[in-house]
């Protein structure tokens, strides 16, 4: 049987490893770069460093590079377990997920528990639906996009590369997201998005602008605690908009 091991060893990760109890496959290890959390103990898994400390398990393992939601750090790993040479798991798919035989998904993905994927959808490369998610016929997600809980996706949806869709966002149909975008929790998003822009609210409005990439400054923080913090210095920074939404 083949054996798994699971890049992070955070919270999303313990629900990967949880996934994988579900469908009956072994997971011998959780990854980390950090060399403080090599050979801690986590829900009875041990975390057994970087790819550099299992090198010998090369031919034996294959690694799942969607345990981390943040999608720039999905991608890292993604693009650091090939040059390694290892071997990314394929899909995975939890059994309680309601799902047309007409969508494809891709290598490396992960659908969780409660979601359910209608027709003609196509998922890509390392996307990870979270639990309870709702995506409607005809939706195009790119690779390493993240979907987090209970996120309501209307049809003929476009969701670019690396995109982050909050927890609780509902999209409208025929709308464009960007790549590398990041859609808050909770938001309405009723107008396209364009590639780099954190938009929330109801109705969803743009609220940054991203240079490069988003990523986290913070290892610790989770995308949420990112995206809240990065929402508080824009009104910070632009107390009239704060304003207009009151009014």
Known sequence: MKRFVIWGCGGHAREVNWLCEQLGCVVIGFLDERPEMKGQIVNDIPVLGDLSDIEDLREDVDVICAGVGDPALKKRFVEKTLEAGFHPAK????PFVKI??????GEGSIICEGS????????????IVNRSANISHDVVIGD???IAPGANIAGNVTIGEGTYIGIGASIRENISIGSWAVIGGGAFVKDDVPDRTLAAGVPAQIK??????PKKEDPEASI???IEKEIEDNLEENPEENLA???
Do not use: C, F, Q
């Open 144 to 146: 390493y996009a993240t």
């Open 224 to 226: 949420e605690e990112r």
């Open 116 to 127: 359910v994927l209608t027709d003609n959808i196509e998922i890509g490369k390392y996307v």
């Open 208 to 213: 940054k602008h991203y240079e490069e990439n």
């Open 100 to 105: 047309s035989t007409r969508n494809r998904i």
């Open 245 to 247: 939404e009151k009014e």
């Open 91 to 94: 899909a995975l798919i939890h």
